[in-house]
């Protein structure tokens, strides 16, 4: 019927449109009630009022119909509920971190990946927490949702069944990144997902550079291709002339690698004009801010 590309997607579509139909015939049968009435019972017609006999029939239908359709919503909610909250045991479990303003997916084997990678047919269990405040983790096509809270894990799960990159948003006000708090699902075929699973991680300097900026989240906020988002681009920043405020003043700078590391180090010590004073500190160790500096300090 409708495009349904996990296991989840059709569950919850159908509850949703039972509710719906029960809805619209609802609405149908009160309102053609209330115009029948209208005219019907039109002053012109009955001048003088009537005094009206109750109806014990007519209130036993009115409260027992009622009563059955709540109580098959209720149903259709519960069984599909029950199997969505309760992951089967062979689930291939990622472990996913929110924080201001990006995702990572880390998986068994240590990969990490900025996009939820999953094979198609095979049931997919997210573990989820935060790093600073509360996100949430959605994806429509999916139907599901779940919040990511620091200090507490919380769990989704699906199956994908089509091939095919699907939204994940953030549905959780969580400051002025959230809006570019987004990502994909790529549902691909299980070969193809052995060969990305199993892939040896770039050893290159661009390679692991641009993998380090995936996973610690700089490109959450930072873009490599000239346009700002939350944070100035990268592109070109080595040796730009960059307005900085430190202790209320704004003076100009240019752009070096020791602004670079400190930056990061401390992203505190100077706001950079016209972006808000939002960036987090990451933790990294000592070999990753030297390759992410390194790196950043090629880009063009
Ligand atoms: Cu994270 Cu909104």
Redesign the pocket.
């Known amino acids: 019927m409708l495009f349904s590309p996990s296991n989840t997607t059709g569950k919850v579509d159908n509850a949703f449109l039972f509710i719906v139909v029960c809805c619209v015939i609802l609405l149908a049968a009160v309102t053609i009630c209330m115009v029948v009435f209208l005219i019907k019972y039109n002053r012109e017609r009955h001048p003088r009022p009537e005094r009206v006999k109750e109806s014990l029939l007519l209130e036993i239908v009115w409260t027992v119909i009622p009563t059955i359709l709540v109580i098959f919503m209720f149903y259709f909610g519960w069984v599909d509920f029950k199997y969505i909250r309760n992951p089967p045991k062979d689930a291939l479990t990622v472990n996913v971190l929110?924080r201001?303003?990006s995702w990572l997916f880390t998986y068994d084997n240590g990969r990490q990946s900025d996009l939820l990678n999953v094979p198609l047919g095979r049931p997919v269990k997210l573990l989820m927490t935060s790093a600073d405040v509360v996100?949430?983790l959605f994806i429509p096509a999916f139907r599901i949702k779940e919040d990511c809270v620091p200090g507490m894990t919380t769990h989704l799960w699906f199956s994908a069944t089509e091939p095919g990159s699907y939204d994940i948003f953030?549905?959780?006000?969580?400051g002025v990144g959230?809006s570019h708090?987004r990502s994909r699902v790529v549902a691909m075929s299980p070969g193809d997902f052995l060969n990305w699973y199993n892939a040896p991680q770039g050893r290159d300097l661009a390679e692991q550079g641009l993998t380090l900026l995936r996973t610690k989240g700089c490109l959450g906020c930072h873009t490599l291709d000239g346009s700002d988002k939350v944070g100035p681009t990268f592109k070109n920043l080595m040796g730009r002339r960059q307005g900085v405020i430190r202790a209320g003043r704004e003076t100009e700078i240019v752009v070096d690698e020791e602004f670079i590391r400190r930056h990061i180090l401390d992203p505190r010590s100077a706001a950079v004009a016209g972006f808000p004073s939002v960036m987090p500190q990451m933790p990294m160790t000592d070999e990753e801010l030297k390759t992410i500096v390194g790196y950043l300090m090629r880009i063009k």
């Open positions: 929110a201001q303003w996100h949430c953030c549905t959780e006000y969580c959230h708090m």
